[in-house]
């Protein structure tokens, strides 16, 4: 029900309310931007381009201003402020996000995985998508989907029941990807080699240059899929890479997927671990169990305007309130 309600708020949402949602800060987040097809992110979700990210970053610089994250605990966050943040640690996040926000003197955190960074390893779903590209090819013989229905146990009737199923591949069979990948004659080590990670030598300009970065688990494990222990080394190793290397003195992290599952044990033993620690969350304008644990807002589909999406996002909060939703629901243990 959640997603018609969402659906019909976008469409009655006009720019003109903005008027009544000033005062409200926004952590709208995205993965990567660019104008081109990437193989191993574009079969996943789609992204904004170069000319939609300056139209957003406009209405940001129009309708708030900036409040960097130190400040989050510290101020009011019913306050028209922005800070955004970009997730997974892809190439396009120096090569175009970090040159456009310098030019427009705007600063974002970036939430990386340590063990893709200098592309030594890739993000399990990047093959995914890498997969799904090559088997859209017009030449691709039917016969594959077949053997590669074998390989991850996959039942499908059509091809895009077939790349529903590959995108729901867990974390414990990725392993099986690898099949898959020499089958369609597709290296790693090629992949890996194009660069499709930021590396440390461009992690360190960016944060001479004044911009943030925190952990999102070491590998981008989904949470969920983890015992607690796991899941407190994935969160905390990341951490702490980026403070060992880069001598960072703050503690930010971005859950991975969602943060729908993660239980209130887990919390409470990561702000015993780092009690300046600052979570980030993607549950809107949602209240959580601890103000060290605040919530971001998806503003990366192309297909809708940022002065909509804010609107709506804003008159969703409405709605929760009135329902009595606007707290995130937490389970005790995983």
Do not use: C
């Amino acid at each position: 029900m959640d997603r018609y309600i969402n659906a019909f708020l976008y469409l009655i949402s006009q720019k003109w309310m903005m008027v009544f949602f000033k005062k409200r800060t926004i952590l709208p987040y995205y993965h990567v931007v660019s104008n081109q097809y990437l193989p191993h992110i574009s079969e996943l979700y789609p992204y904004k381009n170069v000319k939609q990210f300056e139209e957003d970053l406009d209405f940001y610089q129009k309708y708030y201003s900036e409040i960097a994250p130190d400040e989050l605990l510290n101020k009011n966050l019913n306050s028209n402020k922005f800070l955004i943040s970009f997730d997974d640690g892809f190439q396009e996040i120096y090569t175009i996000v970090y040159p456009i926000l310098k030019r427009r003197g705007i600063k974002a955190i970036f939430f990386i995985n340590p063990n893709f960074v200098d592309n030594n390893e890739g993000f399990y779903k990047s093959y995914i998508s890498v997969i799904i590209s090559k088997l859209k090819a017009p030449t691709i013989d039917l016969d594959l989907f077949y053997k590669i229905s074998n390989i991850l146990n996959i039942e499908f009737i059509s091809k895009d029941q077939f790349f529903t199923a590959l995108k729901r591949i867990t974390y414990s069979k990725r392993q099986k990807l690898d099949e898959v990948l020499n089958l369609l004659s597709i290296s790693k080590e090629e992949f890996l080699q194009s660069k499709p990670y930021i590396s440390k030598k461009q992690i360190q300009e960016m944060i001479s240059d004044g911009f943030y970065f925190g952990g999102h688990t070491m590998n981008h494990a989904p949470l969920w899929e983890l015992t607690l222990e796991e899941q407190k080394k994935e969160i905390i190793d990341s951490v702490e890479w980026l403070k060992t290397n880069f001598d960072i003195k703050y503690s930010y992290f971005a859950f991975p997927f969602t943060d729908e599952k993660i239980s209130k044990k887990l919390l409470k033993e990561l702000f015993e671990y780092d009690s300046n620690l600052l979570l980030f969350g993607i549950s809107d304008f949602k209240k959580d169990i601890s103000e060290r644990l605040i919530h971001r807002i998806a503003t990366e589909y192309p297909k809708r305007k940022i002065a909509k999406e804010i609107v709506s996002k804003n008159l969703q909060h409405i709605y929760n309130i009135v329902t009595n939703n606007n707290k995130v629901k937490r389970q005790e243990t995983i």
